[in-house]
């Protein structure tokens, strides 16, 4: 299985605690793939920030950075379970999704 990050956008404070475009919002993509079958999840994570907290101006923050900040917020055990579970439902579907009897 392979697991993948995205980062599509985020959201920024002009101006916070003394410092210039603090992320405060990242929406992030979690891909799992694998044989050709994906399975992707969406959402945001909150980034509080204070003053005196360690900062990195945005012009200079990696996707690792990103990364390490979201997988602090999410459970990523969980989403990797939910990946291998869903591909396996792909591979063999145990349900189909049918039109009713009267119309076959």
């Known amino acids: 299985m392979n697991y993948t990050w995205d980062f599509p956008q985020f959201e920024i404070r002009k101006e916070s605690e003394g410092q210039q475009d603090v992320i405060y919002i990242v929406h992030w ?24 907290d360690p900062f990195i101006p945005f012009v200079s923050v ?3 950075d990103v990364e390490g900040w979201v997988e602090d917020c999410v459970d990523l055990d969980e989403m990797k379970a939910c990946a291998i579970a869903e591909i396996a439902e792909k591979k063999n579907p145990t349900t189909e999704t049918v039109p009713p009897p009267w119309e076959l």
């Open 29 to 52: 993509r979690y891909t799992g793939s694998e044989d050709g079958y994906l399975y992707s999840v969406i959402g945001t994570v909150s980034l509080p920030y204070s003053a005196g």
């Open 62 to 64: 990696t996707k690792a």
